[in-house]
């Protein structure tokens, strides 16, 4: 590969980022949520029997703690999520979805489904299950860097 062919890869991954953003945030107006609120809340919401705290959304998403913290402050402050203190560890705060993030959760499934509806839009499963291979392989080419510079994920997002 060409470094030219590097570079224009590497700048449509933030073109396809930017755009998912713009799309999903248009949705998100009518919510009171912002895309990355949307995100984070669905990622609750799909795991109901599960108990959940910042460190399993931080390691689930690959956000940094303080992204993961910031996101549900917001969403608390919103009326999305309750905390609760861990029975058995009062530093841990367990995270529970308001009855009102559970009425949005068809909305932000069918949003979810649109969305990769879109993006897919023409390509045969094997080509998603080939394009599935490129991004883990990536994913870990960026995580040995992590690990080489003793850095976690440090993902910045829309709050």
Do not use: W
Not at 6 to 29: D, P
Not at 80 to 108: M, S
Not at 131 to 144: A, E, G, S, V, Y
Request: charged share 30%; hydrophobic share 35%.
């Amino acid at each position: 590969m060409k470094q030219d062919d590097r570079r224009t890869a590497v700048n449509n991954f933030r073109r396809i980022h930017a755009g998912m953003e713009h799309s999903i945030s248009r949705f998100f107006l009518r919510t009171d949520l912002t895309a990355a609120q949307g995100h984070l809340l669905l990622y609750i919401l799909t795991r109901p029997h599960q108990r959940l705290c910042s460190t399993e959304l931080h390691r689930g998403l690959g956000l940094s703690r303080a992204a993961v913290s910031e996101l549900l402050k917001k969403l608390r402050e919103k009326g999305f999520l309750t905390l609760r203190t861990a029975p058995e560890d009062e530093r841990q705060k367990l995270i529970e979805p308001t009855d009102r993030a559970l009425e949005l959760k068809q909305t932000l499934d069918r949003l979810a489904a649109r969305t990769e509806a879109q993006i897919f839009d023409g390509f045969s499963p094997q080509e998603i299950e080939a394009l599935l291979c490129f991004q883990m392989r990536i994913l870990q080419n960026l995580n040995k860097e992590e690990h080489l510079d003793g850095n976690r994920s440090q993902s910045n997002t829309t709050i």
